[in-house]
């Protein structure tokens, strides 16, 4: 284990873990999904000469790429830099990462000897992203929280069976109804490169994980109950023992909130389409709501920005009298390419001021 993990007294005092776990935060934690990437020129400029998979395994650029949004808007987390198919890939699943699309699978995974076929995620195989972490640990200040993260066994899924980005999801639903065993297969496969990843990630020191499952939103509820829940819940219970705090957070999930408030994270992500108010209602009290200012408003001008970011805190004010453990602000979803830096800078601070 490294020298530079933080004690369990420290991790307390940053403001995105005490605003996670019930505690008083010195000041209102922000930060933003996505706040690496196209938005940063100083990030453009190192793509122009680095691949995207290269990046993430290189973990003097990560390490970089991650910190670069952090020294320039004063957020109070750090989200590790690296894509949920990194683990796929380091485990030997044939893939790319192709800009302006995403994740693209050489050969998807639509059938039971598919689902034998794939690899098992050795822990080496990500040291490059494990000594990363160590590194940002050394760099970041104090107050400034690196959150870890991995894909939930659904949005791998998707990608996998579907072969790239997918609009309708229909083979991932065909394959999800029409044979069970196999997508429960493939779950627990999923599942278990997930729990290697994130625990590569807190044996090296990370303050908090976030499972993403992005696309969980386009499953009613039955089938998130029946086909995704276990295999989520045994994700989050497997690293409860480090604890640190569990983010969970998916798109469209409105529907959802109930059953991803039972499947064990400690704080529920909130997209733009639920107010937090709302959303603790239907979560339910003891957890944490992190959210949800519409990335798209960014675009909207300074007077709009600002009356939005005001009302969010209000919602979450509310979200906290309603039963919340804590508010952390962020968007809705990620930061679009084409936002301006400088609107993100003048979030924050208007978020630490209020
Ligand atoms: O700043 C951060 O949030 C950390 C970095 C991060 C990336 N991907 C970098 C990235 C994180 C947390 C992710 C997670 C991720 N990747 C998710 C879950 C989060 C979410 O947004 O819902 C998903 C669904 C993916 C899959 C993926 N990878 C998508 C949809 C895309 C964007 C496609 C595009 O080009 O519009 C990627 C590529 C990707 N991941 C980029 C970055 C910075 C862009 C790559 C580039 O620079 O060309």
Redesign the pocket.
């Known amino acids: 284990m490294s020298e530079s993990i933080r004690s369990r007294a420290r991790r307390a005092d940053l403001p995105l873990v005490a605003a996670a776990t019930g505690g008083t935060p010195s000041r209102r934690p922000v930060w933003f ?6 938005s940063l020129p100083e990030y453009r400029a190192i ?1 122009a000469d680095h691949g ?1 998979l290269e990046s993430c395994f290189d973990p003097e650029l990560v390490c970089e790429i991650t910190m670069q ?1 952090v020294r320039r808007h004063d957020v109070d987390a750090a ?7 990194v683990p796929l890939k380091a485990a030997g699943v044939d893939l790319d ?1 192709v ?5 693209v699978i050489a050969e998807p995974v639509r059938s039971a000897a598919d689902v034998a076929a794939l690899p098992r995620l050795e822990p080496e195989s990500v040291g490059a992203i494990g000594r990363a972490v160590e590194l940002l640990l050394d760099e970041l200040g104090d107050g400034q929280a690196l959150i870890g ?1 991995a ?1 939930a066994p659904f ?1 791998l899924a998707s990608y996998l069976i579907e072969g790239g ?1 997918s609009r309708n999801y229909e083979r991932t639903k065909a394959l999800m109804h029409g044979d069970p065993d196999t997508w429960n297969a493939l779950m627990g496969r999923l599942a278990d490169i997930t729990i290697a990843f994130l625990r590569v990630q807190l044996d090296a020191g990370v303050d908090a994980v976030q499972l ?1 499952d ?2 969980a939103g386009m499953l009613s509820d039955a089938d998130y109950r029946t086909y995704v829940a276990p295999h989520s819940r045994r994700v989050l219970a497997e690293v409860a023992a480090y604890e640190v705090p569990r983010i969970h957070f998916g ?1 469209g999930t409105g529907e959802l909130l109930e059953v991803m408030g039972e499947v064990g994270a400690d704080v529920v992500g909130v997209d733009w389409r639920v107010p937090l108010d709302s959303a603790v209602r239907r979560i339910g009290p003891g957890k944490a709501v992190q959210g949800n200012l519409d990335p798209t408003l960014l675009f909207a001008g300074p007077t709009v920005v600002e009356r939005e970011v005001r009302r969010v805190i209000a919602d979450g004010e509310r979200a906290i009298r309603a039963g919340a453990t804590g508010h952390i602000f962020n968007l809705g ?2 930061v679009m ?1 084409g936002t301006d830096p400088d609107v993100l800078t003048r979030v924050v601070e208007l978020v630490h001021s209020i």
Do not use: E, K
């Not at 999904?33 to 196209?38: E, L, N, V, Y």
């Open positions: 999904m996505r706040q690496a990437g196209r793509r995207m949004p989200i590790l830099f690296s894509d949920i198919v990462i800009a302006g699309t995403g994740p993260f894909g949005t980005p993403f992005s696309w798109v979803h990620g390419p």
